[in-house]
C-alpha cells in the first residue's frame, strides 16, 4: 500500500477511462516539474484488475503525495442545478438518468462559478481500491474540470460558443452563453462522418448562428481533429481547433500535448 499523504509538495493525479489508465505527478520547482504515463493495460483482465496490478507495481504510485486527484473520463454523469442539489440525494439524481447498479459508486463536484452540480458514477470496485491506496484522494468528473475551465473561456469575445472534446473514442459537446452553460452531452463517435452529424445537430438544436457563434475543437493525440475542422467550415464561418500551447503557455503545464486535455484542465482548475 502507498505511503499516501505527507507534507511535500508533490500532487499525483490519477485518470480512469473506460478502456485505460494514466498518470501524472507534479512537483514544484523541479526543472521538468511534470512526469506522465500511461499505463500498460491487459485487455483479458478487468480495468479494476488492472488498477490493482498498477497499484501494486507501479513507481509513481508507491511514493507519497501532498495531495492525489483521480480524474473520471466517462460518460456517465449528469448536471443538477445547485438550488436543488442535495447531496442525500445524488443517487437518485443519477438513477434518474442511469439505470440503478450495485456495482457503481456515485459521487459529485459542485460547481459554484457555473451554479451546478455534477453527479457521476465509477465502477465501485475502482473506487475502492483507489480509496485503499489514497484515503484523502478527491474524485473529479472530467466534465467538471472541463466545464469551469471553458465556462471561462467562453468570456473571450462576443456570441455563444461551443466546444467539441474528442477523446478516448467519443465526443463531448459543451455549449456556453458568456460563462453560462447550454449543453453538455458524450456521444460515441469514431468516425469524423459522425462526429460532423451530432455537432451540426446540436448546434441546430440550440439554435446558434452560423456567422456569429463560434465552433472550437480540441482533440487528444491522434484525433482527426484536422479533418473535422475541414468538413465543419463548409457549414460554420468561425471554426477553430484549439491551440494547447496558447491555453496552457502561462500555467502549470505549458500545453504539454502528452497529458489529456481534461487532465490538463484539473490540473490548472485549481479544484
Known amino acids: 500500500m502507498a505511503e499516501n499523504m505527507n507534507n511535500n509538495n508533490k500532487s499525483l493525479s490519477i485518470r480512469v477511462c473506460s478502456n485505460g489508465l494514466s498518470f501524472c505527478t507534479y512537483a514544484p520547482g523541479q526543472e521538468e516539474p511534470f512526469e506522465y504515463k500511461v499505463a500498460d493495460i ?23 503525495y501532498q495531495r492525489v486527484n483521480v480524474l473520471i473520463a466517462s460518460p456517465s ?22 439505470p440503478k447498479e450495485k456495482s457503481k459508486h456515485v459521487s459529485y463536484n459542485v460547481l459554484r462559478r457555473s ?21 484523502r484522494a478527491r474524485f ?20 455563444k460558443k461551443m466546444y467539441a472534446y474528442l477523446h478516448d473514442k467519443e465526443m463531448t ?25 451530432y455537432i451540426l445537430h ?3 438544436e440550440l439554435g446558434l448562428d452560423q456567422i456569429d457563434d463560434s465552433l472550437f475543437i480540441v482533440g487528444d493525440q491522434q484525433q482527426p481533429a484536422a479533418e473535422l475542422e475541414e468538413k465543419l467550415k463548409y457549414f460554420l464561418q468561425h471554426v477553430d481547433i484549439i491551440d494547447r500551447s496558447e491555453d496552457f503557455k502561462d500555467r502549470l503545464t505549458k500545453g504539454n500535448c502528452l497529458i489529456p486535455y ?4 484539473l490540473l490548472v482548475c485549481g479544484f
Not at 484488475?49 to 507501479?58: F, Y
Not at 451554479?115 to 484515503?135: K, M, N
Open 115 to 135: 451554479g451546478i452540480a455534477i453527479v457521476f458514477g465509477l465502477e465501485r470496485s475502482i473506487y475502492q481500491l483507489l480509496l485503499d491506496d489514497f484515503p
Open 140 to 159: 473529479y468528473a472530467a466534465a467538471s474540470t472541463l466545464i469551469e475551465f471553458f465556462s471561462e473561456k467562453s468570456l473571450i469575445g462576443n456570441g
Open 77 to 98: 454523469f449528469t448536471t443538477v442545478p445547485v438550488a436543488a442539489f442535495q447531496k442525500e440525494d445524488i443517487e437518485s439524481f443519477y438513477n434518474l438518468v442511469f
Open 262 to 265: 481534461d487532465l490538463q484542465t
Open 42 to 64: 491487459n485487455h483479458t483482465i478487468s480495468l479494476a484488475a488492472n488498477l490493482k496490478q498498477a497499484l501494486l507495481n507501479e513507481p509513481m504510485l508507491q511514493q507519497s
Open 202 to 204: 446540436v448546434w441546430k
Open 173 to 197: 459537446i459543451y455549449a456556453f452563453e458568456q460563462g453560462r452553460m447550454l449543453f453538455v452531452n458524450t456521444f460515441a463517435a469514431k468516425a469524423v462522418a459522425d462526429m460532423q452529424y
